[in-house]
T-cell receptor
């Protein structure tokens, strides 16, 4: 059972455009929602994260929008740049034994054309 | 500040063999987690260690095991390798297992 559904699987945008990646979750116990960015040959890197008590969080060109009632959250990349071309993973976590173990979405491959 | 170091980077093994992968976390980080990444299943959680104790475990068979040493370095072992074990194995560390995991670059395991 896929607990975190991510779409689209791939995304192509032009330089300067807005990239939008969506995720939906089922488990209402999730209370921490990070986004990771992964470049080829590297491990995922934490990009931005949000907790369900806020509806939006912005860090530079990256914004997370969170809709608790719909159990959905999304990543918006403003003014997309070729250097943003990577695979993006959303995740949802719940505290377990003192840890927040993320359940990952399947990933979105983003290509930004110059 | 050194990141999470995984060794080796690449490994080729034969079915039925066993393999041990190593992870050195960021200095001061006491929580180490392991993940399997494949094109078909994505990123899947294997287990997490904190202060030498396994604190969380994912849904993987007993062939997958791990341990953590007193210096927080961790190893994972896969016994009786199967073709389906071919994957990128990622290690991540954090101060205490809360938010903010830092991943290593992974070990690419190929089983032939």
């Amino acid at each position: 059972q896929q607990q975190v559904k991510q779409s689209p699987q791939s995304l192509i945008v032009q330089k300067g455009g807005i990239s939008i990646i969506n995720c939906a979750y089922e488990n209402t116990a999730f209370d921490y929602f990070p986004w990771y960015q992964q470049f080829p040959g590297k491990g995922p890197a934490l990009l931005i994260a949000i907790r369900p008590d806020v509806s939006e969080k912005k860090e530079g060109r990256f914004t997370i929008s969170f809709n608790k009632s719909a159990k959905q959250f999304s990543l918006h990349i403003m003014d997309s740049q070729p250097g943003d071309s990577a695979t993006y993973f959303c995740a949802a976590s719940v505290a377990s034994g003192g840890s927040y173990i993320p359940t990952f979405g399947r990933g979105t491959s983003l290509i930004v054309h110059p | 500040k050194a990141g999470v170091t995984q060794t080796p980077r690449y490994l080729i093994k034969t079915r039925g063999q066993q393999v041990t992968l190593s992870c050195s976390p960021i200095s001061g980080h006491r929580s180490v987690s392991w993940y399997q990444q494949t094109p078909g299943q994505g990123l899947q959680f294997l287990f997490e260690y904190f202060s030498e104790t396994q604190r969380n475990k994912g849904n993987f068979p007993g062939r997958f095991s791990g341990r953590q040493f007193s210096n927080s370095r961790s190893e994972m072992n896969v016994s009786t390798l199967e073709l389906g074990d071919s994957a990128l194995y990622l290690c991540a560390s954090s101060l205490s297992g809360g938010d903010g995991y830092t991943f290593g670059s992974g070990t690419r395991l190929t089983v032939v």
